[in-house]
């Protein structure tokens, strides 16, 4: 039977071809730490991590997900309050989120964005630096945070967390 | 041993909630009931704005794989016509759909096609067809058509305000007249609007995403002709409201028309395109503004007439001349409001209805006035703010307007711009920011377990503004307890019914009510003891609840702790008491946020493109109940702000009344990189002339002024002034010639 390993533990997939892996963790799974903002691959509300980079949840049918390693919020830290992951401990600190709904997405946007740095991953922000631009680390978290919409307004304090986390990670 | 616990209010206390939102595990509306396996409900959605619905096809969906139920106008079960009874509120009014063939705007629910499953309800939707004979859509185009006056405009101003005499010619030393245009706006909470109702027995529980639960009963129980002790609301995480959830929607409507139907759990949960049709939003205005002034830099002159849109059927016009009518002090002020009934789906508040676009115009206009004069644009605020109100002549219970600019300039370096690299020029900005308050009758309970726990219940709402955080930090100031030791109970119809959250009023009220439950649960207790100990103070700290000589001294008696264990058996636990505020608790005198909004930009010189470099605020709000929570609430608000400025606006079909981008695609709201350094301070000044709290508004007075103090900052840096907002890049490259 095909499978998708959600988490470290491997489900099966859905019957339907048409279900998106986001309403395969709604609807099958009973996971709803994964948000849908608009299904349409605008907002990122649905940011999962699929085989080490970010996805849009909404954006992909469980099925193309055959084999995949799948980690959603429910997957980060330990998925509760003694074990957070350090940017979800910032995220608390910074006050980086209000209403909490893209909180999710932002996570682990975020997670996947300080790999995709320790790795020298190009962004926008890259570019114009290496075109002499005074461009700030700040400025690059912003760019690549540019995905996930918070409608709280709460960019700043994401910027501060993921800035936090960064200098944590240094030490 | 020290029973003391340190006060919380006014300090930095990180959310009490924020564990289970950084968790993916707080539940939002759609995500309950999922035990019961509810059904999905898929919205057909009209492709005409107005007109009757002439054939309906239903057979091929109703026929389809997992298909329950198709509802419609025949088959939607007994349901009062919509906005009726008429001397309801809009927000207990019938949110009726589906009660009759007529359609009222695009994009509103023709079907509901119920399935097991939400792949299956969505196909099956695309198998309905119906023809309606459409008939051309009234809407607002020009000024002059805007010709009712509203019976009163939101937050309870006339239509039309004058006081005072019209100058001289003579007088006069600089004048403008100017017409703004701001877009239509939508709040886009990023949940979107989304209902699972179960109906068992005749009686209806709900999940939805509301900001008010109180009325939300109500108006299930006028719309579906139902008692209002048959439904229980909750609403214990909301994903964003900013106005658009102050009412219940036709998420809220179908879901319950469904579950009633076929009597099984029902969710629906509407697209994005389907919250542009299917929730509200803020109407496009016109702003007429004409402004005078004197030799000595007095303004002599204000003039504001506004003419927006109004949905028809649906009674809600925004205060938008609000501002004009108290910021600053003026011989003769004129303030009119002008309203034409359109085709569109519902126009009500979206965040500071009102001042949000009200601010854009006004404060922008006086920037206009003071270049005229020749004035700086921060001197010349400074220089004409009112003592009193300036209309009516009534005091102001606080008013630091004055001390948020001068003080804000400082904290800004107003007169320090940062060097502008090569192709760039920056500009500095800045806005008033005032903005009503008001205290709106609102109740709590609390109660206290033998080992001292404490649980407070309202069914007050937190949509990411702090609720949860901050009712438990008063109920453990006021109970002399940690706020590891207290759980707040929120958003369920069963507990006292409380204010909502909505026109910045929330916290005030409902944390005064909570205030005074909290009171009234000591008095209890005190009522219970010797006389010797009537004057000693109750705290709670390690599973017990102690009686502490008060700190002022006990002329009667004791120096000694106490148990209350001493004076209570355990069968009189738990103790609870409910507490309430009414207009009683708060003043008659005019009640006012305040801020100082200013902006620092960069203008490239040949794209126009506008990069924000920093944005810094002051306010005062009264006693600030939580720094953290209560900055990134005004943080968020001038994001709102930046995205007014420079980015956000709904562009109108005319021939067919509908919207040209309705989703995140096309409607910009602000994202990460839009925005840069935002930073702010307050000045901390309780107001307990305007709630027991002493705490005034927050949630709008972080947008009121926002943006114009970024409009003002690209005028300053590159000498374009655009009227018609937002401000793009396309806009600016035309004033360049």
């Known amino acids: 039977?095909?499978?998708?390993?959600?988490?470290?533990?491997?489900?099966?997939?859905?019957?339907?071809?048409?279900?998106?892996?986001?309403?395969?963790?709604?609807?099958?799974?009973?996971?709803?730490?994964?948000?849908?903002?608009?299904?349409?691959?605008?907002?990122?509300?649905?940011?999962?991590?699929?085989?080490?980079?970010?996805?849009?949840?909404?954006?992909?049918?469980?099925?193309?997900?055959e084999d995949a390693e799948v980690t959603t919020i429910e997957g980060i830290g330990n998925g509760a309050d003694e074990a957070l992951h350090p940017l979800q401990q910032a995220f608390i600190e910074r006050d980086a989120f209000q209403c909490g709904y893209c909180t999710s997405g932002q996570i682990c946007s975020g997670i996947s964005l300080l790999r995709e740095l320790s790795n020298e991953d190009p962004s926008a922000v890259t570019y114009s630096r290496s075109r002499n631009s005074t461009a700030s680390l700040k400025e690059d978290i912003s760019e690549r945070m540019s995905g996930n919409l918070c409608r709280c307004g709460a960019y700043p304090n994401i910027v501060d967390a993921i800035t936090d986390v960064i200098a944590l990670e240094k030490q | 041993m020290t029973t003391h616990n340190a006060k919380t209010v006014g300090t930095s206390v990180s959310r009490v909630d924020g564990a289970a939102k950084v968790t993916g595990q707080a539940r939002y509306a759609a995500e309950h009931m999922s035990e019961r396996a509810p059904l999905i409900g898929w919205v057909v959605s009209s492709d005409t704005a107005v007109g009757e619905i002439t054939s309906l096809n239903t057979e091929q969906a109703e026929q389809a794989d997992g298909v329950h139920a198709v509802i419609t106008h025949i088959n939607a079960g007994p349901l009062?016509?919509?906005?009726?009874?008429?001397?309801?509120?809009?927000?207990?009014?019938?949110?009726?759909?589906?009660?009759?063939?007529?359609?009222?705007?695009?994009?509103?629910?023709?079907?509901l096609v119920i399935a097991d499953t939400l792949e299956q309800a969505r196909y099956a939707a695309s198998l309905v067809s119906y023809t309606i004979n459409g008939k051309t859509p009234d809407l607002l185009t020009e000024f002059d058509d805007a010709t009712q006056k509203p019976e009163s405009l939101d937050g309870g101003f006339e239509a039309d305000a004058s006081s005072g005499n019209k100058p001289q010619q003579r007088d006069i030393r600089?004048?403008?007249?100017?017409?703004?245009?701001?877009?239509?706006?939508?709040?886009?909470?990023?949940?979107?609007?989304a209902t699972v109702a179960d109906f068992k027995d005749g009686k209806l529980e709900v999940y939805c995403s509301v900001q008010i639960i109180a009325t939300a009963v109500e108006a299930l129980a006028i719309t579906l002709e139902m008692d209002v002790e048959d439904i229980v609301v909750k609403s214990p995480f909301v994903g964003?409201?900013?106005?658009?959830?102050?009412?219940?929607?036709?998420?809220?409507?179908?879901?319950?028309?469904?579950?009633?139907?076929?009597?099984?759990?029902?969710?629906?949960?509407?697209?994005?395109?389907?919250?542009?049709?299917?929730?509200?939003?803020?109407?496009?205005?016109?702003?007429?503004i004409n402004l005078a002034c004197g030799d000595d830099h007095a303004l002599l002159s204000v003039q504001h007439k506004s003419a927006m849109p109004k949905a028809k059927g649906y009674e809600f016009a925004e205060a938008t001349g609000a501002g004009a009518r108290v910021t600053y002090k003026s011989q003769f002020i004129e303030s009119t409001h002008r309203v034409k009934d359109v085709d569109l789906p519902l126009i009500d508040s979206t965040r500071s209805p009102g001042d949000a676009i009200g601010s854009l115009a006004?404060?922008?206009?006086?920037?206009?006035?003071?270049?005229?004069?020749?004035?700086?644009?921060?001197?010349?605020?400074?220089?004409?703010?009112?003592?009193?109100?300036?209309?009516?002549?009534?005091?102001?219970?606080?008013?630091?307007?004055?001390?948020?600019?001068?003080?804000?300039?400082?904290?800004?370096?107003?007169?320090?711009k940062a060097q502008p690299t090569p192709g760039k020029k920056i500009g500095h900005g800045v806005a008033s920011a005032m903005r009503m308050n008001?205290?709106?009758?609102?109740?709590?309970?609390?109660?206290?377990?033998?080992?001292?726990?404490?649980?407070?219940?309202?069914?007050?709402t937190d949509i990411g503004t702090g609720t949860y955080t901050i009712l438990t930090q008063i109920a453990a100031d006021t109970l002399n307890t940690s706020v590891d030791n207290v759980t707040v109970k929120l958003g369920d119809s069963r507990y006292p019914a409380s204010c909502g959250s909505g026109g910045s009023f929330g916290a005030a009220s409902s944390g005064s009510a909570v205030k005074k439950a909290c009171e009234a649960l000591i008095a209890n207790i005190k009522s219970s003891l010797p006389p010797t100990l009537s004057q000693a103070e109750v705290h709670i700290s390690g599973g017990q609840i102690k009686l502490v000589p008060s700190a002022k001294g006990d002329i009667n008696g004791t120096t000694d702790v106490h148990s209350l264990d001493d004076f209570m058996s355990h069968s009189d636990f738990p103790l609870s008491a409910s507490g309430k505020v009414s207009a009683d608790d708060t003043s008659d005198d005019e009640q006012y946020s305040c801020g100082a909004h200013f902006a620092e930009v960069e203008v490239d010189e040949y794209t126009g493109e506008v990069r924000l470099l920093r944005q810094y605020g002051l306010f005062s709000a009264g006693q600030i109940l939580n720094i953290k929570t209560a900055a990134s609430q005004i943080k968020g608000g001038m994001v709102w702000g930046a995205g007014y400025a420079l980015t956000e606006?709904?562009?109108?079909?005319?021939?067919?009344a509908s919207f040209v981008n309705p989703d995140f695609g096309e409607y910009h709201v602000a994202v990460n990189r839009d925005i840069s350094e935002v930073s702010l301070d307050f000045l901390q000044e309780p107001d307990y002339a305007a709630s027991p709290v002493g705490a005034k508004g927050i949630g709008e007075l972080g947008i009121t002024g926002a943006g114009a103090a970024i409009a003002n900052a690209i005028f300053d840096a590159c000498k374009v002034r655009v009227r018609d907002f937002p401000i793009t890049m396309d806009k600016i490259i035309a004033g360049y010639n």
């Open chain 2, 240 to 288: 964003g409201g900013f106005g658009s959830k102050l009412g219940l929607h036709f998420d809220a409507t179908l879901a319950c028309i469904g579950a009633r139907h076929l009597e099984r759990a029902v969710k629906v949960v509407l697209s994005r395109r389907q919250v542009f049709y299917n929730t509200p939003h803020r109407g496009h205005s016109t702003q007429q």
């Open chain 2, 80 to 111: 009062k016509p919509f906005s009726k009874p008429a001397d309801e509120s809009r927000f207990t009014q019938s949110r009726a759909v589906l009660n009759e063939p007529h359609i009222r705007h695009f994009g509103a629910p023709v079907a």
């Open chain 2, 438 to 460: 008001v205290l709106v009758e609102s109740s709590a309970e609390v109660e206290l377990s033998a080992n001292g726990e404490v649980t407070v219940r309202t069914d007050m």
């Open chain 1, 1 to 65: 039977m095909a499978t998708l390993n959600l988490n470290g533990k491997d489900v099966s997939l859905p019957d339907d071809p048409r279900t998106t892996l986001l309403d395969f963790l709604h609807q099958h799974l009973s996971l709803f730490g994964t948000k849908k903002g608009c299904d349409h691959g605008q907002c990122g509300a649905c940011t999962v991590i699929a085989d080490g980079e970010r996805i849009n949840a909404c954006l992909v049918f469980a099925f193309q997900l």
């Open chain 2, 362 to 416: 006004f404060e922008s206009a006086i920037d206009e006035l003071a270049h005229e004069a020749g004035i700086d644009p921060l001197t010349f605020r400074i220089k004409n703010l009112p003592v009193v109100h300036p209309m009516k002549g009534t005091r102001f219970t606080t008013h630091n307007l004055g001390e948020c600019l001068r003080q804000g300039a400082q904290n800004f370096k107003w007169q320090h």
């Open chain 2, 174 to 193: 600089a004048s403008i007249h100017t017409t703004y245009t701001t877009p239509s706006q939508i709040s886009a909470a990023m949940e979107p609007h």
């Open chain 2, 649 to 656: 606006g709904i562009h109108h079909h005319t021939d067919t």
